[in-house]
């Protein structure tokens, strides 16, 4: 419950900055140091599974069930972004997965992702959003 609330904290400073639309492009990232590796391996979340090959592009997934409207599995590319531009995952507001047809947009905290760690905001059963973990197989 508290890293929901976190989440929830951390989207909602998103949305307040995300309203106000910064002329000089993106934010400056220099506070956050060097720009982390490419996630690069397997990351899991019980029997749902996000394959990277650490290109920072191409992503492979399998699922136990739809996510949203991202299918049970297959393969395209992947970016997070900020400010509807790709950036660094470490600091990105967004994960977008595009299938080859379709780009599927899930929320994720500023903070909340690292590179043994990827969080993204679903849908549940009961239609509210969930945290869904995704850690990295070591």
């Not at 140091?33 to 029997?47: C, D, T």
């Not at 090959?53 to 599995?73: A, H, T, Y």
């Not at 239609?127 to 973990?133: D, L, R, T, Y």
Request: with cysteine; charged share 25%.
């Amino acid at each position: 419950m508290k890293m929901i609330k976190q989440i929830f904290l951390s989207l909602l400073v998103s949305a307040v900055l995300g309203s106000c639309r910064f002329s000089g492009g993106v934010p400056k990232t220099d506070h956050l140091g060097a720009e982390p590796e490419a996630h690069n391996g397997v990351f899991v979340n019980g029997s749902d599974t996000l394959f990277f090959n650490g290109d920072g592009k191409s992503i492979r997934w399998s699922l136990s069930k739809n996510i949203d409207s991202l299918q049970v599995s297959g393969e395209g590319s992947y970016v997070f972004k900020l400010y509807n531009g790709k950036f660094r995952y470490d600091a990105a507001e967004e994960m977008s997965i595009h299938d080859g047809q379709k780009a599927h947009t899930f929320m994720t905290g500023p903070g909340q992702n690292s590179e043994d760690q990827i969080t993204i905001l679903v849908t549940g059963d009961d239609k509210k959003p969930q945290a869904k973990v995704f850690k990295k197989v070591k």
